[in-house]
């Protein structure tokens, strides 16, 4: 029971990766010959300033910063 448990979720990982990856590609090649309002140009500048922030603590992350942080505290 567990392996058609683990099968099943491997699946729809997989089938939810497809989705994506299918959304991702139309918008790829529908949006840009599109010119939008100010707005959402504005919107989009703030979301891709937060994505790119948000690669700092990833990388931290990685690099085992926030462990050696830990040990030097306690």
């Given at each position: 029971m567990p392996n058609t448990h683990?099968?099943?979720?491997?699946?729809l990982l997989?089938?939810?990766a497809a989705v994506?990856?299918?959304l991702l590609f139309?918008?790829?090649t529908t949006l840009p010959?599109?010119?939008y309002?100010?707005?959402?140009s504005r919107?989009?500048?703030v979301l891709e300033s937060?994505?790119?922030?948000?690669?700092?603590?990833?990388?931290?992350?990685v690099m085992g910063v926030y462990g050696q942080i830990r040990t030097a505290v306690s």
């Open positions: 683990i099968a099943l979720r491997s699946l997989r089938l939810a994506l990856l299918v139309v918008l790829a010959g599109r010119r309002a100010p707005p959402w919107s989009a500048d937060l994505l790119v922030l948000s690669v700092i603590p990833l990388a931290l992350a």
